[in-house]
């Protein structure tokens, strides 16, 4: 099982530029999420998915758009990227809300200039 | 607000030995807590989940405890190996807070020196 799997890795972007993050998941999980991890600081969740066609505003939304349109796939598009979001991006995704744990991909660290 | 704070920021302890990491919460109404492992470049992996009535949880080395009362948790690790250097993230969830309930902790950053 590959799980929660995110592209790229590592991405360096001029301000004012756009893209998007990839993130996958082959568990079935209906609840995807974005979260961002800046440095000395706990992650905020920026969109969250409780199933494909249905997406939410986290704490930190602003700057962010995504979409689900398939159970596997929620990608983070960011518009116009700005030094303030320079962060590491983790993708995770759970079977349900409650007690269930998240499983998070490796992570795309990202560098606005 | 709900919050999360972890104690210490930083550890360094030798190869073999124990150690206990502190985690307080303020977040109401308590769902459940959940303790992550963060390996340098990774993304965290779940480590416990314990619920309201639960005061102990083991996973190998690794035993957290939970007091609702004081709202207080702690993460014990026996015998520390090198593979235990990593930070661990304290994590409460919030009762009907859905998939945006969670608060993270800032972590406590984990050295194991040989």
Redesign the interface.
Known sequence: NAG?TQTPKFRILKIGQSMTLQCTQDMNHN?M?WYRQDP??????IY?S?GAGIT?K??VPNGYNVSRSTTEDFPLRLELAAPSQTSVY?C?SSWK???E???????TQLSVL | KNQVEQSPQSLIILEGKNCTLQCNYTVSPFSNLRWYKQDTGRGPVSLTIMTFSENTKSNGRYTATLDADTKQSSLHITASQLSDSASYICVVSVTGGGADGLTFGKGTHLIIQP
Not at chain 1, 40 to 45: E, F, P, Q, R
Not at chain 1, 101 to 107: A, E, N, T, W
């Open positions: 929660v609840y999420y000395g600081m706990g992650l905020k969740l969250y409780v939410d986290g704490e983790f995770a809300t409650g007690n744990k998240l499983f998070f991909g490796s992570g």
